[in-house]
């Protein structure tokens, strides 16, 4: 299993940026996936997540209203819009495939990918 983030890179604050995080190696529309972020020296922390069908989302207080969370299970994707960017939400943003349930401190989750830097600068 391979999970792939990619979209990341450094912008002013208000920017936008959108996320995806390609997934291979398993039946994508059978998990649940979310993103969480980590800054070095900190915990990791609960961004958002979706349901297996996209009908359902979760997202942590600190990014409702700025970030959406979406899927595409015909491409096997799954993406993070953040808009209105603070310098606070500089992280490696990772994603995180389960078959059952996205615990909000990623624990026993099935598989996680590689992250993907979100700099944003003031």
């Known amino acids: 299993v391979q999970l792939q983030a990619s979209g990341g890179g450094l912008v002013q604050a208000g920017g936008s940026l959108r996320l995806s995080c390609a997934a291979s190696?398993?039946?994508?529309?059978?998990?649940?996936m979310g993103w969480f972020r980590q800054v070095p020296g900190k915990e990791r922390e609960f961004v958002a997540e979706?349901?297996?069908?996209?009908?359902?989302?979760n997202y942590a207080e600190s990014v409702k209203g700025r970030f959406t969370i979406s899927r595409d299970n015909a491409r096997n994707t799954v993406y993070l819009q953040v808009n209105s960017l603070k310098p606070e939400d500089t992280a490696v943003y990772f994603c995180?495939?389960?078959?059952?349930?996205?615990?909000?401190?990623?624990?026993?989750?099935?598989?996680w990918g590689k992250g993907t830097l979100v700099t944003v600068s003031s």
């Open positions: 190696g398993l039946t994508f529309s059978n998990y649940r």
């Open positions: 979706i349901s297996e069908g996209g009908r359902s989302t």
């Open positions: 995180a495939a389960d078959s059952f349930r996205i615990a909000p401190n990623g624990f026993g989750v099935d598989y």
